[in-house]
């Protein structure tokens, strides 16, 4: 089954949206393009924008005539004052004015209605397809749209406009709901209307007061173009409150310029975090490059100390490597190693140089060692050969001995010369000569 025969139901979606007169020219403003958040908006399409009732200058009418209600309501307070010979109270509705013509409200005295369908639906209209040029299904639903908010609300529609510049064909409406409100004497035992008042109240139209019985008539109205009835979730919501259950979450529909935003700050977040990364990226990429030159240098250097090409500095205070001069010189020279890693290059250099001095510095105190301990033997050998001589000229002519004592007086100044350079001191032979020793001493 590839769910090509799968048949997909579209809600009509109405929304309700509370409305102040002196939000009307922004709202105008929006209308033309020349105002609010534009951002979402296709400038080239917005030529085929419809007004669908009311005339151009609706918003200025509607404003004035709100000062009029306000400007009639006033004069008939202070009639019905003064009929009553209330003079204090004339005093201070003079100093206080006209009064708004509506009761104190959270969402307003007026109503901005909105009409779509997911534009999906739209999109699907085969008009344009078959050359026939309008979508059909945005001109039947417009035209069903103003059909339903005259039926409903009649003249207290002041406005309505269908927008095809946005994502997707919409209608917009404002309803003005006006009434004449009876008013009864304050305090009165048995409340009895003794003057009447113009006001905006939105209750009178009964689709306002209940939100449910305002889907249900969209939902029949646009029935006939295949569209269903939203989710009926206040009555889901009563309905789990009655059998004691966790009634599902209500819908809370954003004002577009406030989805906008939180669009755009999830979007701006997104971005910034995805800068974020690739900066860590960038900086996890170059230290993965560092190690990398760094172990090549390292293994370069001891390929070149392996060879022969690199050996060890001698009298600097640290230990370092020089180039062999004797030797084949190596692939990579020690100045391009110390460019390409300084810390690769400190690193092995100190590392083979410590263990050049200490493998070459044992064998060099071995040697001396050695050495040391023949120049002891040669010079007892010496000695003992000497006492020899000296006790052999004993037996010899007087002439004799004096050639023999000749010979020996350079004996000791060899011995002192032998020791000191046993003990890596400077030769000592400037100083002064040995004595004459007797042989017969």
């Known amino acids: 089954m590839d769910g090509s025969n799968i048949k997909t139901d579209y809600p009509v979606v109405l929304r309700f949206e509370g409305l102040y007169p002196h939000q009307l020219g922004g709202y105008e403003a929006h209308r033309l393009r020349k105002g609010g958040d534009l951002s979402h908006v296709n400038r080239e399409r917005s030529k085929l924008n419809q007004r669908l009732i009311g005339p151009e200058d609706w918003a200025a009418q509607a404003l004035a005539e709100i000062r009029e209600m306000a400007a009639e309501n006033f004069a008939a307070e202070v009639?019905?004052?003064?009929?009553?010979?209330?003079?204090?109270?004339?005093?201070?509705?003079?100093?206080?004015?006209?009064?708004?013509?509506?009761?104190?409200?959270?969402?307003?005295?007026?109503?901005?209605?909105?009409?779509?369908?997911?534009?999906?639906?739209?999109?699907?209209?085969?008009?344009?397809?078959?050359?026939?040029?309008?979508?059909?299904?945005?001109?039947?639903?417009?035209?069903?749209?103003?059909?339903?908010?005259?039926?409903?609300?009649?003249?207290?529609?002041?406005?309505?406009?269908?927008?095809?510049?946005?994502?997707?064909?919409?209608?917009?409406?404002?309803?003005?709901?006006?009434?004449?409100?009876?008013?009864?004497?304050?305090?009165?035992?048995?409340?009895?209307?003794?003057?009447?008042?113009?006001?905006?109240?939105p209750s009178i139209h009964p689709l306002i007061e209940n939100y449910e019985a305002a889907q249900d008539s969209v939902g029949e109205r646009f029935a006939s173009l295949g569209l269903v009835r939203g989710e009926r979730r206040a009555a889901a919501i009563k309905e789990a409150r009655a059998n004691g259950q966790t009634p599902p979450k209500r819908r809370y529909h954003a004002k577009t310029w406030k989805w906008r935003i939180e669009q755009e700050l999830q979007l701006k977040g997104r971005a910034e975090a995805l800068e974020a990364e690739k900066i860590a990226l960038h900086e996890r990429t170059a230290s993965v490059a560092e190690r990398e030159e760094e172990a090549e240098t390292v293994l370069a250097v001891a390929e070149g100390v392996a060879s022969g090409a690199f050996v060890a500095s001698e009298g600097g205070e640290e230990p370092g490597l020089v180039e062999a001069p004797t030797a084949k010189p190596a692939e990579t020279p020690l100045e391009d190693l110390q460019r390409r890693s300084a810390t690769g290059f400190a690193r092995a250099a100190g590392v083979f140089a410590r263990a050049w001095e200490r493998l070459f510095g044992q064998a060099r105190a071995k040697a001396e060692a050695e050495a040391e301990a023949r120049v002891v033997s040669a010079m007892e050998q010496i000695e003992r050969a000497d006492a020899k001589v000296a006790e052999a000229a004993l037996h010899l002519p007087a002439k004799k001995r004096a050639l023999i004592a000749e010979i020996r007086q350079t004996i000791p100044a060899i011995l002192r010369r032998l020791e000191r350079s046993g003990n890596g001191l400077p030769d000592d032979s400037s100083k002064g000569q040995s004595q004459r020793v007797d042989p017969g001493e």
């Open 79 to 201: 009639a019905s004052l003064e009929k009553r010979n209330r003079k204090k109270d004339i005093e201070r509705r003079f100093v206080e004015g006209p009064k708004q013509p509506w009761r104190p409200t959270r969402h307003g005295p007026m109503r901005e209605v909105i009409l779509t369908v997911n534009k999906d639906w739209f999109d699907s209209d085969l008009s344009g397809f078959f050359g026939e040029g309008e979508n059909q299904r945005e001109k039947e639903f417009g035209d069903l749209a103003k059909q339903w908010l005259i039926e409903n609300f009649g003249d207290d529609v002041i406005h309505a406009r269908a927008d095809r510049d946005e994502a997707a064909f919409h209608v917009h409406a404002v309803i003005m709901p006006r009434a004449t409100v009876e008013i009864a004497k304050p305090k009165a035992k048995v409340p009895t209307a003794t003057a009447t008042r113009r006001m905006l109240q």
